[in-house]
């Protein structure tokens, strides 16, 4: 379970005009959700998903992760909730170009310290789950767009977090690619995944059973998708 | 996992391999030079002091002093160094085994159309001895030559191959033109081939007559420049020096009017020379490794800069501060550490070929090797530091929208 409460971001950085990110949010998302978080550039929905992410700290607020406060976290509390908590999906990819796709989806697994052998086993496995069993050794730079965004998804899976949080997953891909993404998230969604897709896309946030639509750092609306 | 971080450190090494190698560069040389030029060092103090015991064994030398008087040298001093001091202190010091006097002058040697300018030695038959150099034709001087003042004269195999490189020499006359002088010398020997170094000089491009010869008709003096004595054996070397020091000042009356020095003392101030010689080389060759260090720092300020998106990635995906501080902090000291083992590689080679051009013997110090070596480790500690600090404090967010 998620739980964010009153959730605040200051960016002041010296300046004198404080620019307040988030004002004040709060709402719940149970386990086996799946969530969009929607709203125009400049809405707050970035900012949200960092500090959801654990990337970045509230300036006030709380954030119940599993119900143990997150926000009261250090620097390596905060790593580790990363690492083994929730996974990314980004719209970039993130992928190492260097590595191999095996390797890319054992860096969780590394910082988790997970012994080599077992490393392997569950890349592959996870590999397997997004229909790239057979391209472990390919190189990031050779395979599509799509092929990549899944080595993202298996990569958060790694670990088996709780949460999956994907950032504009689809906003570097083909509408047809865009489609099997979604299908995947669906599926990851019926095995029980919790899902959170921050996004401004209305076909991703659609795919969603719940969208919650922010506005200059506010939310305005909690909206149910029939 | 500290395993798989050196294996993710070695593999961006390897990514970038002519970067790799030139920020390597100025470890490698630093270290090749400071290992060289130890074994330079050292080289030349070996040869130097195998010169100098080839000469002989027990050596003690000792010359007039000089005060800072009007004259110069003190008239008192002079008169000490004479053919009967020498006998006298031979006889009186239980551990010195023999005392020569020490004459010697440079002129010009001269046969039939053939000249050399050549040092010509006063000496007697116990030089011999005390040098460990033998005529390799014909005989040295003898005692009754000694007495006599003969005109005979040995010469030095340089010598002979500058003056008469085809004839035998034995029984011809030679001239020596010392100082307006000119007498007429009959050859009576050829000394071996001997190689020597250090203050004696070469003892192949000199010429030997008697000392009573040289003193009576050649220098018109009474006086010697000093003696060489021989100590009965090394281990009263020390003693032997007493005895004769404790003689001299008795005659002397003081400790000024003379120098005495043994071989051993000779060899330690040669070594004093060539060890600090050696030091300030190898210091100045390790400065050259800071210079490779501050290398190495810049290039993985770059490297932390390039890579701010995969340190984003990685600290997303759950490296921990230490992780990635890790991570840059052994790349760093792979540069330098793969840069000392090439350096000590170019070290080896470096000695190698000098030596083998010089013609001194190869060493090389495991010292040397181990210090220059640990020395590169700790500049890739020490300048990679800041790096990698730089890289693991990189916020999160940032790294991660960095482009």
């Known amino acids: 379970m998620l739980a964010v409460k009153d959730l605040s971001k200051v960016y002041n950085d010296g300046k004198e005009i404080a620019v307040k990110a988030l004002k004040e949010v709060s709402f719940t998302i149970e386990d086996g959700e799946m969530v969009a978080i929607m709203g125009p550039s400049g809405s707050g929905k970035s900012t949200l998903m960092h500090l959801i992410g654990c990337l970045d700290q509230p300036t006030s607020g709380e954030y119940l992760l599993d119900n143990e406060d997150v926000s009261l976290a250090n620097e390596k509390q905060l790593a580790v909730i990363r690492n083994k908590r929730i996974g990314f999906v980004f719209q970039q990819f993130n992928l190492l170009p260097r590595r191999s796709i095996l390797h890319n989806v054992e860096v969780p697994l590394i910082y988790a310290g997970v012994g080599r052998k077992e490393r392997r086993v569950k890349a592959k496995d996870v590999l397997e789950k997004v229909g790239l069993g057979h391209r472990l050794d390919h190189y990031p730079n050779e395979i599509s767009g799509g092929q990549k965004q899944r080595v993202a998804i298996a990569r958060a899976l790694a670990n088996n977090p709780s949460l999956i949080l994907a950032d504009e997953p689809t906003g570097n891909l083909d509408s047809e690619t865009e489609n099997e993404i979604i299908d995947i998230f669906h599926d990851l969604n019926e095995q029980g995944h919790t899902i959170v897709l921050v996004t401004h896309s209305k076909k991703v946030g659609h795919s969603a059973k719940r969208i919650l639509h922010l506005l200059d750092g506010e939310l305005v609306e909690d909206e149910v998708v029939a | 996992m500290i395993f798989e971080i050196i294996i993710i450190a070695l593999n961006s090494l390897k990514a970038n391999k002519l970067r790799t190698f030139l920020s390597m560069l100025g470890i490698i040389i630093g270290v090749g030079a400071v290992i060289a030029i130890v074994s330079i060092g050292t080289g030349t103090q070996q040869r130097i002091t195998a010169r100098i015991s080839n000469l002989g064994s027990n050596l003690i030398n000792i010359r007039r002093g000089y005060r800072w008087g009007r004259s110069g040298v003190s008239s008192t001093a002079t008169n000490v160094f004479t053919l009967e001091m020498a006998e006298y202190i031979e006889k009186s010091c239980p551990d010195v085994k023999v005392v020569l006097p020490n004459n010697q002058g440079s002129g010009l040697l001269i046969k ?71 007498l007429l010398f009959t050859v009576v ?107 190495i720092m810049n290039i993985m300020l770059v490297s932390v800069t390039e890579r701010t998106k995969e340190v984003g990635i990685r600290k997303a995906l759950g490296a921990k501060k230490k992780d990635i501080l890790t991570q840059f902090l052994i790349e760093s000291l792979a540069l330098s550490g793969i840069g000392g083992v090439l350096g000590i590689g170019l070290g080896y080679i470096g000695a190698y070929l000098i030596a083998q051009f010089a013609g001194w013997p190869f060493v090389v110090s495991n010292l040397s090797v181990i210090v220059a070596f640990s020395f590169s480790l700790l500049i890739g500690i020490f300048f990679g530091i800041y790096p990698a600090m730089k890289a693991a404090a990189l916020d999160p967010v940032d790294a991660l929208s960095y482009e």
């Open chain 2, 112 to 182: 039939g159309e053939n000249n050399i300018q050549a040092t010509v030695v006063g000496t007697e038959a116990a030089y011999q001895e005390i040098y460990d150099y033998y005529p390799r034709q014909g005989k040295f001087i003898g005692p009754d030559d000694l007495k006599e003042a003969n005109n005979i004269i040995v010469l030095g195999s340089e010598l002979v191959n500058e003056l008469s490189p085809d004839s035998n020499p034995l029984g011809k006359s030679i001239k020596f033109n010392y100082q307006n002088r000119t």
């Open chain 2, 189 to 295: 020997g050829v000394m071996e081939d001997k190689s020597t170094g250090g203050p004696v000089g070469d003892l192949n491009s000199q010429a030997y007559i008697p000392s009573t010869t040289y003193m009576n008709k050649l220098a018109n003096s009474n006086y010697v420049s000093g003696f060489t004595a021989q100590a009965r054996s090394s281990e009263v070397a020390s003693e032997a020096v007493d005895q004769i020091e404790y003689f001299l000042i008795k005659a002397i009356g003081d400790k000024d009017g003379f120098h005495i020095m043994s071989q051993d003392q000779i060899l330690d101030t040669i070594n004093d020379v060539t060890n600090s010689m050696t030091l300030m080389l190898g210091g100045i060759a390790a400065i050259s490794l800071l210079v490779g260090g501050i290398g």
